[in-house]
């Protein structure tokens, strides 16, 4: 069944689902998924399933998209850090909801396509880099929130050092076919670690993570 409106993206997808959080439910909606993904592809834009956007890379389904942002538990003054801009999907929903993102992502084309469409549709408070998102911002300031949008084999240390005490990191952790979203919220006296559902990524590359070789 093709769905051809946010609206019933939302309705049919998302908070049909259980996901009941008002202010992820507006960004979905507000947020016109189908420019973000190759012209031939918009009209599948809004169904329920992943799309590629080139080089192996691939657009995550919108109930994942809402799901993870939901766990992060935004309330809007936070600096968000985002690893794997890709078509900068993601990020345009972050940027409805926290103060500022700052988003990594390691292929040049992906990470130039996403910041032009991103100020084509007026979105400003978005910061970005190319390079390796494992290992975290180069200048290794501190995020209220982190969000990993590849599946990795484990936590990245390097980022989990860069959440502030009471911080949260959202990512999926697991092989390179099946993961488990977790979220990871730092404390002074360490780390909790919380599992969600199954799903499955394009694999996290990078020195904390999977290599190309892999």
């Not at 911080?167 to 006296?189: F, N, T």
């Amino acid at each position: 069944m093709t769905t051809s409106t946010p609206e019933q993206m939302v309705l049919t997808q998302i908070s049909a689902r259980g996901i009941d959080d008002t202010r992820v439910l507006a960004a979905m909606r507000s947020v016109p998924r189908h420019l973000f993904v190759d012209e031939a592809l918009a009209d599948r834009a809004y169904n329920d399933a992943p799309l590629p956007i080139g080089e192996g890379q691939t657009i995550s389904q919108p109930y994942i998209v809402a799901r993870m942002t939901a766990m992060l538990q935004l309330t809007g003054g936070e600096s968000v850090l985002e690893i794997g801009t890709g078509s900068g999907y993601q990020t345009a929903v972050l940027a409805q909801l926290c103060h500022k993102v700052f988003t990594i992502e390691r292929l040049p084309n992906l990470a130039d396509m996403a910041r032009k469409r991103l100020l084509q549709l007026g979105i400003y408070n978005v910061v970005y880099r190319t390079g390796d998102g494992s290992l975290g911002w180069p200048d290794q300031r501190l995020f209220d929130r982190i969000l990993v949008t590849a599946g990795a084999p484990a936590v990245p240390e390097r980022l989990t050092d860069q959440l502030t005490v009471g911080g949260m990191m959202v990512l999926p952790e697991g092989d390179r076919q099946q993961q488990r979203l977790v979220r990871v919220v730092r404390y002074v006296a360490g780390i909790r670690r919380e599992l969600f559902d199954s799903c499955r990524f394009v694999p996290l590359v990078g020195d904390q993570a999977w290599s190309l070789s892999e």
